[in-house]
């Protein structure tokens, strides 16, 4: 868990479309979800004030 990057506009937008859609990361360290079982099995988490920040969606 690591604040988004206020600068990084792509980076914050990719961030906030990934918790919205519920898609699961990629990435060297992250195998992706294969089974979209995150997608299919949960509904979109609701964010705090904290979870907002956190996530870029809202600023600091």
Request: no cysteine; aromatic share 12%; proline share 7%.
């Given at each position: ?20 859609n ?7 360290t ?6 979209n ?8 988490a ?5 979870g ?5 969606s809202?600023?600091?």
């Amino acid at each position: 868990m690591m604040p988004a990057e206020a600068n990084n506009k792509e980076l914050k937008q990719w961030r906030i479309n990934s918790w919205k859609n519920r898609i699961a990361p990629e990435g060297y360290t992250f195998p992706g979800d294969p089974r979209n079982w995150e997608r299919d099995n949960y509904k979109t988490a609701k964010l705090s004030e904290l979870g907002k920040k956190l996530l870029g969606s809202q600023d600091w």
